[in-house]
């Protein structure tokens, strides 16, 4: 059945994921003699084109939902500048570039998303190269947040406590302080990761920079006394 004919221009390559959320089904790029930027979305009556900004123009790309965190994951494809290999979430708002590392730039590689363990799945494409190798992408939850700080008193020396609370159990979590320490944890079941920092000298200050999966990072300031 003929559903409508009016809405995004003719075209080929473009990419297409179904947000069952908002019960649209997200289109973005293509080409129709140019590559195209535009995101439309499809409610199963009318087309409605939803924004001009965000990924470069492109065909080749690969999208999946996102159904615990309610976004539409886009990577990869060529564009006019050739193949590129950044990730991008479109929450049906806004494209919002996400800066976790991964794959290198491709085309015409596959993509879908995993539900029961809330993972989305990259598999293959082509840069000149034929890849066979399978990536996992979690991105953000969203809910991040870096706790300020505490010093806590350890028989007379002082350790800095760092919690980051809201993350996605599993995520690694990278902690550094300004003077070049680093100390990894890991997202619990709780969603919380905490580092420690031993033997801090008394008056010791400065940020407390946390960095994670998909790319973000929060910051504090910390004194001991």
Same mark, same amino acid.
Request: contains cysteine; hydrophobic residues 30%.
């Given at each position: 059945?003929?559903?409508?004919?009016?809405?995004? @221009?003719?075209?080929?390559?473009?990419?297409?994921?179904?947000?069952?959320?908002?019960?649209?089904?997200?289109?973005?790029?293509?080409?129709?003699?140019?590559?195209?930027?535009?995101?439309?979305?499809?409610?199963?009556?009318?087309?409605?084109?939803?924004?001009?900004?965000?990924?470069?123009?492109?065909?080749?790309?690969?999208?999946?939902?996102?159904?615990?965190? &309610?976004?539409?994951?886009?990577?990869?494809?060529?564009?006019?500048?050739?193949?590129?290999?950044?990730?991008?979430?479109?929450?049906?708002?806004?494209?919002?570039?996400? &800066?976790?590392?991964?794959?290198?730039?491709?085309?015409?590689?596959?993509?879908?998303?995993?539900?029961?363990? #809330?993972?989305?799945?990259?598999?293959?494409?082509?840069?000149?190269?034929?890849?066979?190798?399978?990536?996992?992408?979690?991105?953000?939850?969203?809910?991040?947040?870096?706790?300020?700080?505490?010093?806590?008193?350890?028989?007379?020396?002082?350790?800095?406590?760092?919690?980051?609370?809201?993350?996605?159990?599993?995520?690694?979590?990278?902690?550094?302080?300004?003077?070049?320490?680093?100390? @990894?944890?890991?997202?619990?079941?709780?969603?919380?990761?905490?580092?420690?920092?031993?033997?801090?000298?008394?008056?010791?200050?400065?940020?407390?920079?946390?960095?994670? #999966?998909?790319?973000? @990072?929060?910051?504090?300031?910390?004194?001991?006394?």
């Amino acid at each position: 059945t003929l559903r409508a004919d009016t809405g995004p @221009s003719p075209r080929w390559l473009h990419a297409m994921a179904y947000d069952s959320r908002r019960g649209v089904t997200v289109l973005f790029g293509g080409y129709d003699g140019p590559r195209d930027g535009e995101t439309w979305e499809w409610d199963g009556e009318t087309w409605t084109l939803r924004a001009t900004t965000g990924p470069s123009r492109r065909g080749h790309h690969s999208m999946s939902y996102d159904s615990a965190r &309610g976004v539409t994951v886009l990577f990869g494809g060529y564009d006019n500048d050739g193949y590129v290999g950044d990730t991008w979430e479109w929450d049906g708002t806004a494209w919002t570039m996400r &800066g976790a590392p991964g794959p290198s730039p491709r085309k015409e590689h596959a993509q879908a998303y995993d539900s029961a363990r #809330g993972v989305t799945v990259l598999f293959g494409g082509y840069d000149g190269t034929k890849y066979s190798d399978t990536w996992e992408y979690r991105g953000c939850a969203g809910r991040e947040r870096l706790k300020k700080p505490a010093c806590l008193d350890q028989q007379g020396t002082n350790q800095l406590k760092v919690t980051l609370k809201g993350g996605i159990v599993g995520d690694g979590v990278t902690v550094a302080l300004t003077d070049g320490s680093t100390v @990894s944890c890991f997202i619990n079941a709780r969603g919380k990761c905490r580092a420690f920092f031993n033997g801090r000298p008394s008056g010791d200050s400065g940020e407390v920079l946390a960095a994670w #999966g998909c790319g973000a @990072s929060d910051q504090q300031f910390y004194e001991c006394p």
